[in-house]
């Protein structure tokens, strides 16, 4: 990983200063690297020795920074990570466009990494993503949107980029076709459960204290899977709720204070991290395919704390 954060810091470097401005400020805003790292440790799983998959778990970390940036432009978020996101410190403008540069950036590392196959699995997946934001843009305030649907959006915006994170190495080690789709079904899961979760900790996950960064989702009209499911218990009786304060926008300072209420009268907060733990079970299963080397055990590992770091 200090390899990766040097190919980072190397190439998201300009002579035009707002360039790394911007995108130092959000790469050095506290992210977890989750993706990059299961590049990296998948690799080694794999028993790669080069160092290709470096360019490549850099590519998967520019990727998902360029979808931040525009994500917050769409989205129009009060905070990313904790703090004031790039658009409302820079404009809109200059942040699509610094975004664009990181995804430029991001094609050239996977030209770098000198695998065809490999630059064909990102460069699918980032267009899987533009089409999961797409969808997710045009279900906002949707409530008629249902679960199967939205974990469609997810599916897309979220977890092809896991899973290509995780496919990416094993080509590039030249594994057998066994190991590269277990751990491509690996990273899928993963990115399943790393997004519900994301959405359960929204609303507070099960914490009886809310954190600084909740509410989002409710703010923006987002129909995630808990709302979805409580919508499905609470029945026409509270669709009235739901309809005035995501489906109309029309927010009061209590309402998500009783949104909250509702979801955990409803148990969806719940259902939502047991179907999260579900989906990493299901990826570290997915590593039986894999090598059982001090590797696997640490992408089992990372599967346990993407769940619990909602509790």
């Known amino acids: ?28 805003a506290g992210g977890k690297r989750i993706r990059p790292l299961i590049t990296v440790a998948a690799a080694r799983l ?33 905070l990313r990570r904790g703090k004031a996101p790039a658009n409302q410190v820079w404009g809109n403008a200059q942040s699509v466009l610094v975004g664009d540069f990181l995804f430029a950036r991001a094609f050239m590392l996977m030209v770098d990494a000198g695998s065809m196959r490999a630059l064909h699995v990102l460069s699918r997946a980032a267009a899987v993503i533009a089409e999961g934001e797409v969808r997710q843009l045009a279900a906002a305030r949707q409530i008629a949107t249902t679960r199967d ?17 995780a496919q990416v190495s094993p080509i590039l080690a030249g594994a057998s076709p066994r190991v590269e789709a277990g751990l491509e079904i690996y990273g899928r899961e993963l990115g399943l459960a790393f997004q519900l979760v994301d959405d359960a900790l929204d609303y507070g996950g099960v914490a009886e204290a809310l954190g600084k960064n909740t ?37 009061g300072p209590e309402d ?34 894999a090598p059982d080397n001090v590797w696997s055990q640490s992408l089992a590992a990372l599967a346990e704390f993407v769940v619990e770091r909602a509790y």
């Open 1 to 28: 990983m200090t390899g990766v954060e040097t190919l980072i810091a190397e190439r998201s470097a300009s002579a035009t200063a707002v360039i790394p401005d911007i995108a130092h400020y959000l790469l050095n």
């Open 46 to 78: 794999c028993g790669y020795e080069g160092q290709g998959h470096l360019a490549l778990a850099a590519a998967v970390e520019f990727i998902h920074t360029a979808t931040l940036l525009h994500d917050d432009v769409v989205d129009d978020s009060a």
């Open 149 to 165: 649907q939205y974990m469609d959006i997810i599916a897309a915006k979220t977890a092809a980029l896991f899973a290509a994170a």
């Open 215 to 251: 509410g989002d989702d409710f703010r923006e009209g987002k129909i995630t899977l808990p709302v979805a499911l409580a919508m499905e218990a609470g029945g026409e009786a509270e669709r009235s709720f739901w309809a005035r304060t995501m489906g109309e926008g029309v927010q």
């Open 256 to 289: 998500f204070d009783e949104a909250v209420a509702r979801l955990k009268r409803h148990g969806a907060l719940d259902a939502t991290l047991e179907q999260a733990r579900a989906h990493a079970a299901r990826a570290v299963e997915a590593l039986d395919a």
